[in-house]
């Protein structure tokens, strides 16, 4: 299984060129970079960034991030994966575009 990061399209182009990141503010503020399941991403997406529209999905392995990843429980008491420490940009699996459509964003297929 991947977990997921959204990032604003702003955020993306940061990481991309410094090749590390500690997250968006939101991250920063907790001390922890925020990620979801498949499961738990369009809950996420909605939530969080229901009217962004210029986002990416990005998909790690969490068995390549190492012991700083740990799974806590959040929304409704789920488990969620949450990095205590620096993301590095050659971690990432893949990365897509995750539009906004008349009803919510649009996943990948086969994602959700």
């Given amino acids: 299984m991947l977990i997921l990061k959204i990032f604003r399209r702003s955020e993306w182009d940061v990481f991309r060129a ?6 968006a ?7 922890f970079i925020h990620f979801s399941t498949p499961g738990q991403v ?3 997406a909605a939530k969080w960034f229901a009217s962004e529209s210029d986002l990416v999905l990005v998909a790690f392995n969490p068995d390549q991030l190492g ?3 740990k799974w806590e429980p ?3 008491g789920q488990l969620f994966p949450h990095l ?15 539009p906004l459509g008349a009803s919510g964003h649009i996943f990948p297929e086969g994602l959700l």
């Fill in 42 to 44: 369009a809950e996420t």
């Fill in 67 to 69: 012991p700083a990843l």
């Fill in 18 to 23: 410094a090749g590390e990141t500690l997250g």
């Fill in 74 to 76: 959040s929304r409704g």
């Fill in 25 to 31: 503010p939101v991250d920063q503020a907790d001390g």
């Fill in 84 to 98: 205590y420490r620096a993301l590095k940009l050659d971690e990432v699996v893949w990365d897509k575009s995750l």
